[in-house]
């Protein structure tokens, strides 16, 4: 019993770490609650029920599976679904007036054959990449609607006054599900897909940031866990594309909000992301040499160190401003400067590592620093793509 | 119209591609269709239909939402409608009764308020991160069913038989669905993970085995564009985290199959996934330098390229093994001999840099050799900890 109530406190801690991350999921919550009870109005009213009857019923069908935590998601799924139950809805009672001209004996038959079709039909076409990704929804709700208009009609020849109501009531949950998502506190996919781009860009600068020092153990004062961890934030920017392709999906389907109009260029966050995930792939090569035990000697590491800090500063300065003016939906010229000077500090290393006679350095210990030195390079030639990505 | 018509043969072109990519796509249309045709016996059948009435609408709809591609998440879903409409039907029942008590006046309040309430704690527990993965469908449908069981019962008194009819209808839908599903020619979601992890390490083995030749430019002739591409094929794997989640998620469900038990350690999949990425991220490090015009003069090229290319190939050969072992489910030594000689090669890569004389040659130049090294070193490490996970 002890451990019962052990883990019910421990749900209570995550609930409430939940709710503290983003007080918006509380919101939601309490949304969804209300756009629920507010359809269930049609229930409790003798005359909004005697216009429905059961078929109000899917209004508070369409208000759960509708309702999502972002605007877009919900407009998204709201307009497949009311789109799908309309085509599907007419073509249904078309199927079903075929059927009854057929005769009583094939109906039946005629019936189960185009629902076989359809369904089957429609299945194989949500594999195309293209549907999948914005109509997934609508050609499910399509089945569903077809089959059971066309199947019910079978047996309830008003089958044109059902699939009224029933399209009806759809619409109604639909547009309640979408005006309450939009209307109290709305939670937009795109700021979302916004905001992450630059977190992510900034995580990035972060680690650079801090590589310098780590690498080359400047600060002799202990480096705390707090600092660790922050430097390997940049780890879940290497598996954001699902995420970011979500959203940008979601996005698609939003209104003009706030400083975003609709057909804002999300594709184009989409690229620059993968941009800054490129260079999230360098910055985990780099980090790799981090960790290794590294005995630079004295002389090599005074050749190098000067540049290559300046290099991870710089790219780390350039990413981090370039992250502000999107933030800012600016643009500026001080990441260029940055950007610049990342390029000459890479020139000057190379420059140091050709004239400069190493004399008798054992080339084994070279290795690391030369390594890290090019990594740099490639993260720098990377920040200068990503700048060039957000500027236009 | 000349402009329609080609865009008709296009989808067309593309509509083969798909089914010849994967022909169970076809298959599983065909089966989606069979089922909701088989389901809908219930409305042609006096017999049938006088059991369930208007209640045997809900074996449709559960077929058609819980009709998924593969078993585990066909499983998955059936699985948790079922549990959460008898569930919910139980609470919804519950909660007419006490709203029935309360009296008259107040009991379309009374019902208001419990589905406020139900409708926002079960949407916030749907951000519970254990939840969203497993349970997620499962709790849409408990409010689904909560909200609709408690909101009609204030219109009609007969809820037990209304939920009962539902519940057996939501029961024979989904079961059909699932049976349906597992017994014509079943889509392992496990098999797919399975196979799928084989094919991404064939991926990396691939590029490792192209990188020599490619990087050192030994074959003179012109290298094809079809082994380019193969060569790229590896950046599919940087992005395979969300894919491989998700089929491990629905590979859960799946009952004993094939080679395949129940509580498969699915986990360990996802352990040697990561590790497999960390594999590609150095490869992908790699493949940068592979773009850069390589001008390393011949003395280097003589000392570092046996040794390079024996680094690339043996790993390479350690990870087609691992495939290998992975796909016959077999436990075999030679990935280990390969991934030993790997690191031999690596040793006396660092040797030769060491020992040999490196006479007035210009460091610049020898940059890109040394890094490339260094990552190879980086892959032959990540390759060993590929190969020990994939033996546990």
């Known amino acids: 019993p002890v451990n019962i109530w052990f883990k019910i406190a421990d749900t209570g801690c995550k609930a409430k770490k939940l709710g503290e991350d983003d007080p918006r999921r509380i919101i939601h919550a309490c949304k969804v609650g209300l756009a629920i009870t507010l359809v269930s109005l ?16 899917w209004a508070v069908l369409t208000v759960v599976v509708v309702f999502e935590f972002s605007v877009g998601a919900t407009l998204g799924k709201g307009v497949n ?39 089957a039909l429609m299945t194989f076409i949500r594999f195309f990449p293209k549907m999948k990704a914005r109509y997934d929804y609508g050609l499910v709700i399509f089945i569903l609607t077809f089959c059971l208009i066309s199947v019910s009609g079978y047996r309830d020849d008003e089958v044109i006054a059902m699939a009224h109501k029933r399209l009806s009531a759809v619409f109604i949950g639909g547009a309640t599900a979408v005006l309450i998502c939009i209307v109290i506190f709305p939670a937009w996919a795109g700021d979302d897909l916004h905001k992450q781009l630059a977190t992510n860009m900034e995580k990035l600068a972060t680690f650079l940031q801090g590589f310098g020092d780590e690498f080359f153990q400047i600060s002799e004062s202990e480096i705390t866990e707090d600092k660790k961890a922050s430097l390997q934030a940049y780890k879940s920017v290497l598996n954001s594309k699902s ?33 800054v995930r490129q260079c999230a792939y360098s910055i985990e090569a780099l980090n ?18 000067q540049h290559c800090t300046k290099m991870s500063t710089e790219s780390s300065s350039a990413l981090a401003q370039l992250a502000l003016s999107i933030r800012t939906m600016t643009r500026s010229s001080v990441a260029d400067s940055h950007i610049l000077k990342a390029k000459v500090a890479a020139t000057s290393l190379k420059s ?13 210990q070279i290795i690391p ?6 990594l740099l390079v490639d993260v720098v030639t990377c920040t200068a793509n990503v700048g060039e990505a957000v500027n236009e």
């Open 81 to 119: 679904r009311s789109i799908a139950t309309l085509l599907a809805g007419s073509l249904g009672v078309g199927a079903h007036h075929l059927a009854v001209l057929s005769g009583e004996k094939v109906e039946p038959f005629a019936i189960g054959t185009t629902v076989f079709l359809i369904a």
């Open 42 to 57: 049609f229930f409790y009213f003798n005359t909004l029920y005697d216009g429905f009857g059961v078929a109000a019923m």
């Open 288 to 305: 790799g040499h981090l960790s290794l035990e590294n005995q630079i000697p004295y002389e090599i590491r005074e050749k190098v160190q």
């Open 352 to 364: 140091s590592l050709k004239t400069g006679l190493w004399p008798d350095t054992d080339l084994l």
């Open 243 to 275: 995420t970011e392709e979500t959203l940008a999906n979601f996005a698609k389907w939003e209104p003009r909000h706030g400083r975003f109009r609709y057909r804002h260029p999300w594709d184009q966050y989409l690229k620059v992301g993968a941009l």
């Open 369 to 374: 620093a030369v390594t890290v030195a090019s």
